[in-house]
T-cell receptor
Framework: TQLLEQSPQFLSIQEGENLTVYCNSSSVFSSLQWYRQEPGEGPVLLVTVVTGGEVKKLKRLTFQFGDARKDSSLHITAAQPGDTGLYLC????????????FGTGTRLTIIP | DSGVTQTPKHLITATGQRVTLRCSPRSGDLSVYWYQQSLDQGLQFLIQYYNGEERAKGNILERFSAQQFPDLHSELNLSSLELGDSALYFC?????????????????????FGPGTRLTVT
């Protein structure tokens, strides 16, 4: 079973600061996805990274896939209260498998 | 709006009862996934259906069952409910997306989640 560990588990920072959260595994993933979930709502897909070393930007969010495709990071610049939520990474359980393995999540709180 | 709908939004019932949760996937999506999320817990995969057939099973209890109908909507049945079954239940749908040719074994299965059903067992 491929496991995805996310760190930190909890992060609380002031508005305007920068932050990075991590998603790590000992296994290789063909792709990784990042989701954001707000309280009481379903996760919302933010991005999919596919190629080792790939960097994708979504406004103030920068996603990177590790060269070996075992890890990924999410960097947020100038965090805003609207960034508050649970950030989940996920990847196919096995190559070619539709079932996703979800990470443990990082619960981010941005303090105004 | 993800295009995935779930009903009901909230459900309160007593221990020992049976409930049915309903999910309609995005138009064109053939796969439906069910997840359970308890307080302060991650998403626990329960079961997947693809075009009416069971495709993968996760940590689903024997008291729970699901099915996907010809119109592709899915139902999750929870019976003999216990207090510990109180949780958010999400369904998600996806359509297989092939990656750029040449990337061996590479496909993405991006999932789109519904708003969830909050089940409270008293």
């Amino acid at each position: 079973t491929q496991l995805l560990e996310q760190s930190p588990q909890f992060l609380s920072i002031q508005e305007g600061e920068n932050l990075t959260v991590y998603c790590n595994s000992s296994s290789v993933f063909s792709s990784l996805q990042w989701y954001r979930q707000e309280p009481g709502e379903g996760p919302v897909l933010l991005v999919t990274v596919v190629t080792g070393g790939e960097v994708k930007k979504l406004k103030r969010l920068t996603f990177q896939f590790g060269d070996a495709r075992k890890d990924s990071s999410l960097h947020i610049t100038a965090a805003q209260p609207g960034d508050t939520g649970l950030y989940l990474c996920a990847g196919p359980a096995n190559f070619g498998n539709e079932k996703l393995t979800f990470g443990t999540g990082t619960r981010l709180t941005i303090i105004p | 709006d993800s295009g995935v709908t779930q009903t009901p939004k909230h459900l309160i019932t007593a221990t020992g009862q049976r409930v049915t949760l309903r999910c309609s996937p995005r138009s064109g999506d053939l796969s439906v996934y069910w997840y359970q999320q308890s307080l302060d817990q991650g998403l626990q995969f329960l079961i997947q259906y693809y075009n009416g057939e069971e495709r993968a099973k996760g940590n689903i209890l024997e008291r729970f069952s699901a099915q996907q109908f010809p119109d592709l909507h899915s139902e999750l049945n929870l019976s003999s409910l216990e207090l510990g079954d109180s949780a958010l239940y999400f369904c998600a749908s996806s359509i297989r997306q092939d990656l750029t040719p040449g990337l061996a074994g590479g496909r993405t299965y991006e999932q789109y989640f519904g708003p969830g059903t909050r089940l409270t067992v008293t």
